[in-house]
Each structure stands twice: as structure tokens, then as C-alpha cells.
């Protein structure tokens, strides 16, 4: 008698639930569902997916979301030690302003020079460096006379206070802003020989 009670304790699924805990197969089903059945799909380290509005993926076994700003903060971001001599980067500052131009520490970037001063090729390394600056330069002018051109006149701000105010842009003459600043980038390209 109580052999028969213990038997009807134990439901299919419980037995099956021992057994995949027993086999380690842990997320194994234990019982079948009838009707709806979700779509399962497995993704692998690197895959990159899209669910839910989000862009997914994995990233040493754990799934993450993928912004936009990734790009950005992966070149913002300084290493610990320098990819080319692994040293600690201990100066942040100094080193954070050297890694984001040259990908390396302070010291590997005046040995890099040194050599360069020593072969001669220094200038030439010199003149590259400034001329990228001012290129990068011009782009953000360029951007300016955009964001000035597309910008309305009049506009309308809440201050602080909760007040709606209305700015007049009468005395803001934005295609005289726009010729001054195309001429200053010409002046700057014909300096430089861009």
C-alpha cells in the first residue's frame, strides 16, 4: 500500500526532471506543451542580431546590447598597459592624449620620434601630423556653416524660470556668417596647400 501511494506521488515530469538533473542536462524539457511554442534560436560568441528594437550580441558568453556610441567609446577608451611595449599607462592625461593620436604610451611615442629624428624622417612625420589637424579642423568649420544654415532665426527658449522667450534674429545675418567662414576655410586650404 504505500508503494502504490509513493507511484502516484511522483508525476512523468518530475522523473524526467531527476533524470536531466542526474545527466546534467539542466535545461532539458521535462514535458511536452501543447499550442503556442516559442521560435528558439541560438546564437554563438560574436553574432550580432536584432530584436525587440535593440541590436544584440555576445560578448565573451554574455549578451549585451550594442549602442551606437560603442564605436565612440571604444576609441575614447585608454588600455591599461600600452599595446606596443605593455607597459602601465600610469600618467592618465598625458598618455590619454598620446594613445588617442598614436595608438601607443608617451615613452614608445618620443622613441618612435627619436628614431624618426635619427633617419632624417622627422619633418616630413611632422608636416603629416599638422596637416591632419587641419584638416580635421576644416571639417568642423564645414559642420558649423551647416549647423548655422539649417538653424532657424527664431527661435523660442524656456528659461529657467519656466518663461517661454521668443529671440529675434534680426540682427543675425547668417549668409554673411556662412561667406565669411567658406572664406576663411580657402584661406586656410590656400596656406596649406590643401
Known sequence: MNESKLQREFRERDV???????TKDYGAKTGVQIGYTKKIIEYKEGDIWKENQKTWTIKNGIKMTISKLDSVKKILQLPLTCPKCNKA??????????????????GCVVE???ELKRLGKYEEYERNIIKKGIIVYIKELENLMLE??????DESFVTEAGDIEKWSGSNFDKQSIIEEIAE??????EAHKL
Do not use: P
Open 16 to 22: 524526467q526532471r531527476m533524470r536531466n538533473l542526474i
Open 112 to 114: 618612435f620620434e627619436s
Open 89 to 106: 599607462m600610469k600618467d592618465f592625461e598625458v598618455n590619454r592624449k598620446m594613445y588617442s593620436v598614436h595608438k601607443m604610451c608617451l
Open 148 to 153: 548655422i544654415a539649417i538653424t532657424d532665426s
Open 184 to 189: 576663411y576655410i580657402k584661406t586656410i586650404k
